[in-house]
């Protein structure tokens, strides 16, 4: 019997095959151990920022009736003609004086989807609807590239990006942009962006939908609370979100330019707005509530 512990971990490692062995055990185990710790931590963190979640998410300014600013909502889109229809007339429906919002489908399609979204933005174009779709001539840069294509096309000081598969609520403006602006009307000169929470609209189709949603309740709920009530940043979206486009999207268009476009190797907008942080802060609006829906896989492909 063996007296003491040591002789126990010790006691077989004859050859340096196996103390390489143990050794990549344990390091595994270390990284498993930490990433475990970092995890609980954010945990605790989010319990003691929302009071055990049951915290009122932040409350924005005011916006007087009849003074809303102009917003541009943009949807990027490639050969995805099933859900692009529900997601541009989610956009529509929203909540905001029509004559002061403009939905502006970034299409690279090459397929049937550029025929149902010229139909779908000419059908609401005759209900009154300020809709259009916009194309370039290459897809340079993909997503980012199609995003810094048409940004010279954004109406207003502001503008809300959505990918075809993410449908905001009809309340998605008004709970969003009140945040840019103080409790006496003036905007907020140090509010860049404003993101919020995803959600999924079939989350009780099957399993795969219930796992997927909780995963992305873990990141919302958990992650960007605990981060941005304690560290004071957290991690961009790339979609759901309101931003400026005033000083923080020149300054985004000017680094595009000046790095010849390398920033299409990283997501565009994305490293844009993680540049202008620093001097523009941005704001979340925190909580479990959802203010973007996309569609979750409901079965495995191969």
Not at 89 to 113: G, H, I, M, Y
Not at 228 to 254: P, S, Y
Request: aromatic content about 10%; proline content about 4%.
């Amino acid at each position: 019997m063996l007296s003491n512990p040591r002789d126990f971990l010790w006691t077989d490692l004859d050859s340096l095959g196996q103390w390489i062995v143990v050794g990549i055990y344990y390091f595994g185990t270390f990284v498993l151990n930490l990433y475990s710790l970092v995890r609980l931590n954010n945990i605790v963190r989010a319990i003691w920022a929302t009071r055990f979640f049951r915290a009122k998410p932040k409350a924005g300014g005011v916006i007087p009736e009849g003074e809303e600013p102009v917003v541009t909502l943009q949807i990027c889109c490639y050969n995805e003609r099933n859900v692009i229809t529900n997601t541009i007339n989610a956009a529509c429906a929203v909540d905001w004086p029509r004559s002061k919002l403009f939905v502006q489908v970034l299409d690279d399609s090459t397929d049937e989807s550029i025929e149902v979204i010229e139909q779908t933005c000419a059908k609401l174009r005759e209900l009154g609807f300020n809709c259009q779709r916009l194309s370039r001539a290459d897809r340079i840069g993909y997503k980012a590239g199609n995003l810094q294509a048409h940004f010279d096309e954004i109406q207003g000081d502001f503008v809300g990006l959505f990918d075809s598969d993410h449908m905001c609520e009809g309340d998605f403006l008004r709970r969003c942009m009140p945040h840019f602006f103080d409790a006496k009307g003036n905007q907020k000169r140090k509010v860049g962006l404003v993101q919020c929470p995803w959600g999924y609209y079939n989350i009780h189709t099957n399993l795969l939908t219930e796992y997927d949603s909780l995963n992305l309740d873990t990141a919302f709920v958990i992650e960007q609370t605990a981060r941005e009530a304690f560290v004071g940043a957290f991690g961009f979206n790339g979609t759901g979100h309101v931003e400026e486009t005033g000083d923080c999207g020149r300054r985004w268009l000017e680094l595009g330019n000046c790095h010849g476009g390398s920033l299409y190797l990283v997501s565009g907008r994305d490293s844009g707005i993680q540049v202008c942080l620093p001097a523009r802060p941005s704001a979340s609006t925190g909580g479990p509530s959802k203010h973007a829906n996309a569609l979750a896989p409901e079965e495995q492909m191969d």
